[in-house]
């Protein structure tokens, strides 16, 4: 059998560019965030790393508005969150209607395909949401056990308000799980106020944490239909009554389930504790000012934005319809290579037809914009020279 030798670059210190990240996330850390991860490890049920564990339970329900006790964060990044939503509530047969107004929705009707659930989809093109009247003819028109609705479509740039969404499901006897990967924090959104079943985020968006703790929380419709459930979970990592036992959300001793990712839960923690400290109104206005500086500086620019109707747009995440004869690629690559910004394309419909640009957390600062507006203006001047 051949000899692997060693990796003769795992001998040299990683390169290591410091870049601007206002793509549609991961988002920069800030300096206090990346402290708390290089803090000494704990073991994963000291009693004071259990104490950083309550203090992110709370500072999540906090971020959510929310007094559910089943609130924690999962092991894993925002996907790990959408699969604890989907292998906890669906189970073989049920119906779950499915809003896709970009790609997160499609990729959970792929996730409740998984699990045997019957998905039907409401569809609306990329760049437009759903209003209420929309969504009660879907319940109508499927009697869905399950609803799905992303917040801050990040495909698109779409914000969905949530408003009326919870309290029309359940007039249905639906319940309904909300993606606000991309939106928490950024955007008002009050989980009990909603009456919103099930909420996750993620750590790299508006929290601007290395991903890998997604905070998640189950009211207790969904923790009904969890505990009457007929068949088992079919995912053991992901299964919620195990999750909260090692959170400490359901009053008995705390069982070893799985090891926390300790790190990821103190950046997380501190995360937490900077938007205490801004407080979530203050943080809303912010992400607000900031997309508001940005969408004027592209008018300026001549740009225009992809969501047409403004209450739809998304702060954190904007879209920027790339002009004809313009190569989004290559303006992308220019502010890169030149200022290590980056800018993203679309995805999914919007792909190449597109610039995303994230104004995420840490990142939602003025100085930020002005970063990107130069870029863009001197990537796409420099095209149309070239075009002489
Ligand atoms: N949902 C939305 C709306 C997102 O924007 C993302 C990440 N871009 C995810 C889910 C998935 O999160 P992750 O990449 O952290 O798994």
Same mark, same amino acid.
């Given at each position: ?82 699969e604890a939503a989907c292998c906890n509530l669906v189970e073989a047969?049920? &119906? @779950?209607?499915?809003?896709? !107004?970009?790609?997160? /929705? ?9 699990h =045997?659930? *019957? ?56 319940? &309904? @799980?909300?993606?606000?990967? !991309?939106?928490?924090? /950024? ?9 919103? =079943?099930? *909420? ?18 189950f ?6 239909k969890v505990k009457s459930r007929k068949t088992k979970i079919r995912s053991f990592y992901l299964d919620i009554n195990e999750l909260a ?144």
């Amino acid at each position: 059998m051949a000899v692997i030798p060693v990796p003769e670059r795992l001998l040299h210190p990683m390169e290591f560019p410091r870049k601007l990240l206002m793509g549609p996330g991961p988002a920069n850390a800030p300096p206090r965030v990346l402290a708390a991860g290089a803090l000494p490890l704990l073991g994963h049920l000291h009693p004071e790393f259990v104490q950083i564990m309550d203090d992110c339970k709370s500072g999540i329900q906090y971020a959510f508005q929310t007094e559910n006790p089943v609130t924690l964060a999962i092991s894993g990044t925002g996907h790990a969150a959408m699969e604890a939503a989907c292998c906890n509530l669906v189970e073989a047969g049920d &119906v @779950v209607l499915v809003l896709c !107004a970009g790609i997160w /929705g499609h990729r959970f009707a792929d996730m409740v395909d998984r699990h =045997d659930g *019957v998905v039907k989809k409401l569809n609306k093109p990329a760049g437009e949401t759903f209003s209420l009247s929309d969504i009660e003819q879907g319940l109508r028109a499927h009697n869905p056990k399950l609803l799905f609705v992303t917040h801050g479509e990040s495909s698109s740039t779409t914000l969905q308000s949530l408003e009326g969404i919870g309290k029309l499901c359940h007039k249905f006897g639906c319940l &309904v @799980v909300v993606d606000s990967v !991309a939106a928490l924090g /950024g955007v008002p959104l009050l989980q009990d106020a909603w009456e919103l =079943d099930v *909420v996750y985020t993620g750590g790299q968006k508006v929290l601007s944490c290395p991903p890998g703790a997604s905070p998640i929380s189950f009211g207790p419709a969904a923790m009904k239909k969890v505990k009457s459930r007929k068949t088992k979970i079919r995912s053991f990592y992901l299964d919620i009554n195990e999750l909260a036992n090692y959170w400490g959300c359901d009053g008995q001793p705390r069982r070893y389930h799985h090891t926390g990712p300790i790190s990821n839960i103190y950046t997380l923690r501190e995360a937490l504790s900077i938007l205490a400290e801004e407080t979530l109104a203050k943080c809303w206005e912010r992400h607000a000012k900031c997309a508001a500086l940005l969408h004027d500086g592209l008018r300026q620019l001549g740009l225009e934005l992809f969501v047409k109707n403004p209450e739809c747009r998304l702060p954190t995440v904007t879209g920027i319809v790339v002009p004809p004869g313009v190569d989004w690629k290559k303006v992308a690559d220019n502010a890169m290579a030149k200022y290590r910004v980056e800018i993203s394309g679309g995805l999914g419909a919007t792909a190449g037809k597109i610039w995303r640009v994230g104004l995420l957390g840490y990142n939602a600062e003025p100085e930020n914009v002005k970063s990107v507006l130069s870029a863009l203006k001197e990537g796409i001047t420099l095209q149309k020279k070239s075009h002489l």
